[in-house]
């Protein structure tokens, strides 16, 4: 059927048109099974955390920076 | 498929960090789907847990590391891929990437659209590489 979505999110559409052209489908066949997974019911036996929930902590004074030193820190001063 | 990249993830887990609010607002994104599943290089693990050993002890990296992997991480064995980041690093002109960044690189053009959240600027000036969050996100 044809039908026509509103605020479809553009970088999904991006992703999905990229997707269809590597696989020489259709955007329409790669909405359709992005779709059919999603509403495929869910197995709880398999389920494993996300990522996204990993432990945040504080990890106090001096470290505010560190995730743009990572390099100087792991392979020393940039020459 | 996103690629995550060491400084994302230390922005993440550090809520000092100057970059959490910012690694925050993409977990949201992340959840809702729109930058499909992760995938954590083993590389970057290596990049990761030597932090993490370095900064916080080796009880806390291994709380973290083992959590990560564990997760619904798509984990990327990295020999695959040394010998085409190897000679990407060779072969870079005006940057200068190291060969960790050239893995991430690699992968993310091959598998990912070449989205990387990271906010490692050297890593985002790679040619065909799309930085998330945007830089001033």
Redesign the interface.
Known sequence: MDTTIRNLDPVLYRRARARAATEGKTVGAVINEALRQHLRPQSRTDAKPHWWDVPVENWGPGTENLSNEVEDILYGEDQ | MIVLD??????????????HEAARRL?SE??SG???Q?A?LEYVMV?LM??MV???GAE?AA??GR??L????HFVACSPLFGSAFVACCAQSGT?A?LVDMAIATYARAHA?GQVAT??R?LARLPGIIAVPAEGA
């Open positions: 060491t400084s994302f993830l230390l922005g993440l887990v550090n809520q000092q960090d100057v970059h977990q992340l959840r729109r930058w499909g992760g954590l990049e030597n932090m370095k900064r916080r806390h709380r973290t959590y990560l564990g997760s619904d991480l200068r190291g659209d906010f490692d050297e």
